[in-house]
């Protein structure tokens, strides 16, 4: 793993009739380190790939209660 996201916990959409509930997993994180990646790129069109990456990991906010290899750089920080 190189960067987390949250996802524990997180609000989201559910089948009626709750229409919302809270959620764990990957499934909640990915689209978070994936959001911000977007917001990256958008800010840094000539990034590519590695340079995403790069900011993406230098934009984290770090995890000393957990190991790096459950969580890589830490958890992702939008800008």
Request: proline share 8%; net charge positive; with cysteine.
């Amino acid at each position: 793993m190189d960067i987390a996201g949250p996802g524990v916990d997180v609000l989201s959409s559910v089948p009626r009739p709750s229409l919302c509930g809270r959620k764990n997993g990957t499934s909640m994180a990915t689209p978070h380190v994936a959001g911000v990646a977007a917001l990256f790129a958008e800010a840094n069109p000539r990034a590519g790939g590695g340079g995403l990456l790069s900011l993406l990991s230098s934009h984290t906010r770090r995890l000393s209660h957990l190991s790096a290899t459950d969580v890589g750089a830490g958890l992702v920080q939008a800008p």
